[in-house]
């Protein structure tokens, strides 16, 4: 059996977000963030759950970090809650705050794992929002001072860093459809918030770059392979749409220091872009030392029904497209179309279409219903989950495509936003009651590729 070898010094990662493990919200002199408001809201998030304790990983670090050694992972992607080092969103930096990150940072350092931080994950202190959140232009200048404070602070032991994860859903879905915190329904505040979260990110790289050159700097990004339900025409523009709006409104400014025309076009009736000042697109095409890439799923997407009515959606004025499953095409807990092929294209499509830097995939994974049985978790779906999109990583770099590391999602159970503790990503099942952690047999499946550095032949 011969196997498919990835490169002597491909990076092989789990990832997390401080809101879905941490736990301690109160602890530290943490202030409260809009994931603590919004999980509170009734209604807001399924069974009422909240990430008041989470994983309790606040209290488990070593635990956490000593399990992610035992699978052999040579690096964590984890993110920093803003509100534990500025508790209101501006001022001095707590220190109880950094302390916490510096100690994780260094325990990973000692077992060999590459510390690999994101500094936003969705959970903006609420002070911030009070003041207008990211529909206001002022809350990029905060966090490119709060990405200042971290890095000064930790870029000496934290060496890669993330600006934003998924700034779709921080905008679509928090601003947009309201689905997350903050939960507003404002079409025209979603693209506001776009573009700030965008701006915040080159304004943090030019203060970082600025205060602590020796660090690697880039953004994660959500990306979604697209299919056209139909070949018609319709269906098409449909694709075009909200390809637009869910990739290259976010790629093209970053990468090119544009909007795409199109998009522009295509949300005129929703807004006029009048927020973009002169200089601004200079901002926020900086130069990254890596792209990040978080990848899922298809979108099959067709026109419009004639007589659709649009409702408040993650789709600006593109909100009655349709979003279709196609018949026989496997799906994950989340009802996810498992399309591993569509990483392969996602990973072509940036690498051919944008200036080379180099990529990685910051999340992918599958949430499936586990259970303990006899004190083990046997997760097959997960597995193959894992192999499939794995083999398209590898499909890619054969092309040519310069990934140079995987983060698989996630390490553990933990808090999947508004669905609660309903759904499970993890490689290690958590027992919530107790807080024990049981590697599944996908953790051990991983543990393998690792040692072996790839997949054993089909
Ligand atoms: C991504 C998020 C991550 C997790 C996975 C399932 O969109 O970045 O926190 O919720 O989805």
């Known amino acids: 059996m011969t196997t498919q070898h990835f490169p002597q010094d491909f990076l092989w990662g789990a990832a997390t977000a401080a809101y879905q493990i941490e736990g301690a919200v109160t602890e530290g002199g943490r202030g409260p963030s809009i994931w603590d408001t919004f999980s509170h809201t009734p209604g807001a998030v399924v069974n009422g759950d909240t990430g008041d304790v989470a994983c309790d990983h606040f209290h488990r670090v070593s635990d956490d970090v000593r399990l992610m050694a035992s699978l052999g992972l040579t690096s964590y992607r984890f993110s920093l809650s ?10 001095a930096a707590n220190q109880a705050g950094l302390d916490f990150y510096r100690r994780l940072a260094d325990e990973l350092l000692e077992a060999g794992i590459l510390p690999w931080a994101t500094l936003y994950h969705w959970d903006l202190p609420q002070a911030l929002e009070d003041a207008g959140g990211w529909p206001a232009r002022d809350t990029a200048a905060r966090f490119a001072d709060y990405a200042y404070l971290a890095v000064s602070s930790l870029g000496d032991r934290i060496t890669n860093w993330t600006t934003f994860n998924e700034p779709w859903c921080s905008s679509f879905l928090g601003y947009g459809s309201g689905v997350h915190a903050p939960g507003v329904q404002d079409g025209a505040a979603s693209v506001r918030a776009v573009h700030h979260l965008l701006l915040g990110h080159g304004q943090a790289l030019q203060a970082v770059r600025a205060s602590t050159p020796d660090v690697n700097l880039g953004i994660t990004l959500n990306l979604y392979a697209m299919a056209p339900a ?7 523009d449909a694709v075009r749409r909200i390809d637009g709006l869910s990739n290259r409104i976010f790629l093209d400014p970053v990468l090119k220091g544009e909007y795409p025309a199109d998009v522009v076009a295509d949300l005129a009736p929703v807004t006029d872009f009048s927020f973009v000042q002169p200089g601004d697109l200079e901002t ?6 890596f792209l990040g890439i978080n990848y899922y799923s298809r979108h099959v997407v067709a026109a419009p029904l004639p007589d659709a009515v ?7 004025g593109s909100e009655t497209v349709r979003f279709v499953h196609r018949t026989g095409v496997p799906v994950t807990d989340m009802d ?3 399309d591993a092929p569509g990483l392969v294209e996602t990973l072509r499509g940036v690498a051919e279409n944008y200036p080379p830097v180099p990529l990685y995939v910051t999340e992918n994974g599958s ?6 049985v006899d004190g083990e978790v046997d997760d097959p779906g997960r597995v193959d989950y894992f192999d499939q999109h794995l083999r398209a990583c590898h499909a890619a770099i054969e092309a040519g495509v310069p990934l140079k590391g995987y983060f698989a999602w996630s390490l ?14 993890g490689m290690v ?3 919530y009651e107790t807080q024990e952690r049981i590697p599944k047999s996908s953790a051990r499946w991983y543990a393998d590729v690792i040692r072996r550095n790839g997949l054993a032949a089909q």
């Open 82 to 91: 803003w509100s534990r080092i500025q508790p209101t969103g501006s001022g």
């Open 230 to 236: 139909s070949p018609s025409e319709a269906d098409a």
């Open 284 to 289: 926020i095409k900086q130069p990254l030392d």
């Open 310 to 316: 649009a409702e408040p959606s993650s789709y600006p």
């Open 336 to 338: 996810w179309e498992i």
């Open 367 to 372: 949430a499936f219903v586990d259970k303990v």
């Open 412 to 425: 553990m159970d933990n808090f999947e936003w508004s669905w609660g503790y309903a759904k499970r990503f």
């Open 429 to 431: 099942y958590v027992d």
